[in-house]
């Protein structure tokens, strides 16, 4: 995408110069100017008041190298057990793949990991790559990197989807810059748009502040990763089936600079909030961390997980891994109780997936109600005992 100013419609009002984030136009003899420093975010165009800048769209499909085809979702797993957000990305990419009328298919690398197709296909995927080599077994970076990387050359697809976990944001920026195309991290959105057939990804911007939808015009495969939660886990239907294509690389000892010494377990002291069904939160709204007990003691009458926004764990109250919201974890369980948390964007964008929200908050504007489905409006210090003796009178 370019930005260009008419200048016979450029008005010289300076309204674009003071909206651009990154100081990227000027005005020069009474016109607005783009310089080398614009990142074609857009935002100039909405505040010109006479309509005098233009965005060229998206480069149309043309653009594209129209040999690749095909939505592939790295399928990560660990111990031989498929990590729950690839399956989720196997569902969404199921609804890209029938929207471009092609086919989907998810990728397995390991060692001995051959059952683990039947789960993929279950899920919705027609075709499963299968790469196994004992230098696979665990993941490692360079292994890893190699092997997707030849299968992406060999294959060519157009869409590649992976889980914005620690394993896919190490893999997909390694593999997009070996197959020189671009990657959007952390998505929230997905979908195809209807003019280009691109995949238009969605991700928060700006500190959470506006929502931009990127393209990737130019380059195939179209990259991205999605966080855990942000789509739905099929139901699977053991049924289905699909044809397994069996792949081998040329891989050595030497190529894998890394060795894995041990795997340290710390379930002990590990939250697993993505995985929790039910979530009871507590923010600023507590007042000190021992407000954190009654969190502790609904989160037990429920059998929930203790989550906290942003400024309850900036104030010490809880450690990191209970944050939730765009740079904690984002979940989606059966039920969120969101209590003392005002509904802040980046807290949204962390739990708004929730099957259901319950919010206690004092304050009847508080934007939390605006996602809640169930809101009461009290202090939590009267409300959360009341809800708690219900709970335990009920067993
Ligand atoms: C780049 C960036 C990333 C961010 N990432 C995150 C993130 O991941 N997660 C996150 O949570 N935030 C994040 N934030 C911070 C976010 O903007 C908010 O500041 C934060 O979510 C506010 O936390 P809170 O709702 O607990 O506190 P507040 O906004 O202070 O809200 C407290 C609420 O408690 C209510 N209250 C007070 N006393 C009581 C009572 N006795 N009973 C009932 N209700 C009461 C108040 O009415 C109020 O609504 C981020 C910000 C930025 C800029």
Known sequence: MAINIKNEDCVGCGACVSTCPFGALVLEDGKAKVTDACTSCGACVESCPVGAIAADAPAAKAAAPADAKGVWVFIEQRAGKIRNVSLEL?????KLADELGQELAGVVIGDGVAGLAKEVFACGADKVYLVEDALLKDYNT??????????IEKYRPAVILLGATNDGRDLGPRVAARVKTGLTADCTGLSIDPETRLVAWTRPAFGGNIMATIFCPDRRPQMGTVRPKVFKKPQPDYAKSGELVKESVALAAADIRTQLEDIIHVTATAVNLEDAEIIVSGGRGLGNPEGFKLIQELAEALGGTVGASRAAVDAGWKPYPHQVGQTGKTVG???????????????LAGMQTSDMIVAINKDPDAPIF?????????????VIPAIVAKLKEAK
Do not use: M, N
Not at 90 to 94: I, M, T
Not at 333 to 346: E, H, N, R
Not at 370 to 382: F, M, P, Q, R, T
């Open 370 to 382: 605006k996602v809640a489905h169930y809101g009461i409006v009290g202090d939590l210090y009267e």
């Open 333 to 347: 369980p059966k039920i969120y109780f969101a209590c003392g948390i005002s509904g802040a964007i980046q807290h």
């Open 142 to 151: 360079d292994g890893y990197a190699k092997a997707f990387t030849q299968l």
């Open 90 to 94: 196997v569902g969404e990419g199921r």
